[in-house]
């Protein structure tokens, strides 16, 4: 088979949407979107510099794609990477993964979403072991939502744009030190998803006590065609400052999240947590969700 690898930068508007139809066709066949948010924005707004981008050609017409992320010294680099369904059992996933392992001299850290069979046979093949798993949890919206109860002295107000961005990356920082990927959020990060059409500041919670941010719950609400699936509401970022901790607050600002999202006349939500997390999944699974589906990390 005439195929080839080549390796970019940032991609071309036409390239950029090549790419887009290849994700298109994998979610509309698996159900689930190959890629992450942060690699979509990536994508739509050109995202770091030493980024790169493998795009696999099968003659003119693109059949693969992958993104690898080589920001993170300590851990490693981390990739993504996706086969158009009709290139599919054709070794041209080994063959593109083979070119992102030598880009990165053979160490990388793969995330697969949704356990895709096909996905776990290309890790075993290629040396890759399992070494973490994010859970997809959901609940539906028509249950019953207990009232929440606000710890004393803090107030609930809707995220200012251009005014609460720095306050929010300093809670968000101490409340995910130990987390690889959300505690790194820069301003630039927030900035962009602002930019992002889901985006609603009336449904980005900051709770406040006296003049300092005491922890938040940023919202999220997935359209027709993101997901292959009719709207659902996301509990999309929750913290809470380590000095507000065993309050009670973080349980106050889901519950204030999920009857937003009801009043917006939704009617399911999801939330995405580390298997590892077992106060949080407890937390969730108290109020209603249950486990719905996993992404895999995969190790070499």
Known sequence: MN???EIRGRLGADEVAAVLAVVDAATEADGVRPLNEHVMLHLRYGGEEQARNALLYVGDRLAGYAHVDPTDVVEGPSGELVIHPEFRRRGLGRRLLDAVLNETGGRLRLWAHGGHPGAERLAASAGFSRVRS???MRRSLYAALPDPVL???IRIAAFRPGV????WLAVNRRAFADHPEQGAWTLEDVKRREQESWFDPEGFFLAWRGERLAGFHWTKVHGDGEHAHEPIGEVYVVGVDPS???TGLGRALVLTGLRHLRARGLAQVMLYVDEANTPA???YESLGFTHWDTDVMYRR
Do not use: F, K, T, Y
Not at 164 to 167: I, S, V
């Open 151 to 153: 710890p004393e002295g």
């Open 134 to 136: 994010l859970w997809q």
């Open 244 to 246: 507000e901790q065993g």
């Open 3 to 5: 195929s080839r690898v």
């Open 164 to 167: 609460d961005e720095e306050a």
């Open 281 to 283: 999944i407890r937390l």
